[in-house]
């Protein structure tokens, strides 16, 4: 399906949701998208909210943190309403992995023959070699394979991560925890999808420590523990006080902080890290006084290094509590505000007062928010 397509399909579920609301009272939309080589091209969050039905004086911007970046759109809503600039937005992601197209590179030098095939689906592509030689040009893969060496952790414990993962998932599933958060999809030829195709709730240990490492010989790292190749689309609502009232919104949380962090690239599985101390400090709280932590997936390896250096077990009960991107999957888009939902649902339902939701980001950052039940 394509990503425009897609796109548009919460967009429209949300003014479903919402009859009251008027659509051209929405400021502005903004999407999160990572690739952007295909037909997610020329901003795609204008192209969604037009495919979805919004009138043509509504706007939209594409916003860009690789596997951050719908984090980072309800992050620039949320500064835009702070400002006094924006009313109500709608803020998401989207990405379609599976339809990432190969492109094709021109020549960079006058008169050459040479031509270089890309494939867009995931990590590196057209790479400056002052990058290669300043940074290195580790795969996402050897990226985690890093973290693991470098912080101890073993091929077990990863595969253990990544089964609780499965498990946590199938519970969810099966008690109709995450049905709220899923929008039927019309695929062209296929019809509707209804759940999610990742989760793999036959999972078993056993099967996990049987796969092959997909970096190096006696590497920690396979298809098993860390995240999948996957198409999502994810949106939500955001809105000051007065026209939240003024539309008849019942406000669920409040954005209380969000903050990006740098760190090496070659281990950009930790970018979480620092993202957190930072928004913990921004915020005027501190971890122990967070309840629901939404922490992405992207690879075993990087969640539990993260986990333990915050001080934080592998195995915390209110990590992930429903699953994460291992089992549920990582359409990078729109991971982000899929994570927000997650957070969000869990403190409705009881689940405390303050939720933090954290991502590890490509070529080395992170990125956190933390959010408050009203």
Known sequence: MRADDLAAVPIRALLARNPRLDPAAIDDVIYGCANQAGEDNRNVARMALLLAGLPERVPGATVNRLCGSSLESAAVAARGIGAGEIGMAIAGGVESMSRAPLVLSKPDAPWTRSQKLEDTTLGWRFVNPLMRERYGVDSMAETAENVAAENGIGR???DAFAWRSQQRAAAAIAAGRLAGEIIAVD????GAVVADEHPRPA?????????KPVVRPGGTVTAGNASGINDGAAAMLIASESAAARYQLTPRVRVVATAAAGVAPRVMGLGPLPAVHKVLARAGLSLQ??????LNEAFAAQAVAVLRLLGLPDDAAHVNADGGAIALGHPLGASGARLLGA??????????????????IGVGQGIATILERV
């Not at 006084?289 to 939404?294: D, G, L």
Request: hydrophobic content about 40%.
């Open 156 to 158: 077990a414990d990863q």
């Open 187 to 190: 695929v062209p030829k296929k």
């Open 203 to 211: 999972t078993t240990l056993e099967g996990l420590s049987a796969l």
């Open 289 to 294: 006084q967070i309840n629901v932590i939404e």
């Open 343 to 360: 957070a969000v649902r869990q403190l409705q339902s009881g689940g405390g007062r303050y939720a933090l939701c954290a991502m590890c």
